[in-house]
């Protein structure tokens, strides 16, 4: 009795992996450049409390708007591709056979060999082989633009709330470096993780995220001083 058995590779992960930490990333950046913007400009705590609010719900709206769209077109893209070749396969099934079977020659199998797997194939579910190995799509690859909009506006707002959580609790007057801070050891960490996941050089993860974050966010906080000193 045959078992399936199915290996893990560190590449299975990087996809949904790859789009949390972005989310999260971006929620983090965002929101603690704003904040430490406003802050320097020497507004009030309220007043910086207001606008990393907005902030949050606005970038957690455009994550989730600029995800569904982008997504849903690839998903527009897909069907028409699924229906061009469900018609493809209504018109000229052989022709079909003849393209599958050569794609699998060309991964190595032998054109006997090949022939009887596009034909066992096809018999089972011809669109379901075409789309797999001609066009490259499967279910778990599949657009879902409302799960990813969902999913990019929940780590966009886990993200900004971890800023956020630093000016409510923090003094007014430590609240940049408090911020500056909490934000690069909060973002080291996810730069971190990703790259554990996914098997790449924990510190070069580390130091890329810390590095261009602080970046941002020093950027942010000198035109926040500049505009406050002139305004």
Known sequence: MLTRHREFHKLDSVGWLRAAVLGANDGIVSTASLVLGVAASHATHQS??????????????????????????????????????????SENPKGEHRELASIYVGRGLEPTLAD???????????????????????????????????ASALSFAVGAALPMLVVVLAP??????????ASLLFLAFLGGLAAKVGGASVKKGVIRVAFWSALSMGAAAGIGALVGTVV
Request: aromatic fraction near 2%; avoid cysteine; charged fraction near 20%.
């Open 48 to 89: 910086i409390l207001v606008a990393g609010v907005a902030g949050l719900v606005a970038g957690a709206m455009s994550m989730a708007t600029g995800e569904y769209v982008s997504v849903q077109s690839q998903a527009d893209t897909e069907a028409a591709a699924l229906e061009k070749e469900r018609t493809e396969l």
């Open 116 to 150: 009887q797997v596009a034909t066992s194939l096809m018999e089972h579910d011809a669109l379901a082989a075409h789309s797999k190995d001609e066009l490259g799509l499967t279910d778990a690859m599949s657009a879902k633009p409302l799960q990813a909009a969902f």
């Open 172 to 181: 007014n007057e430590k609240l940049i470096p408090v911020t500056v801070v």
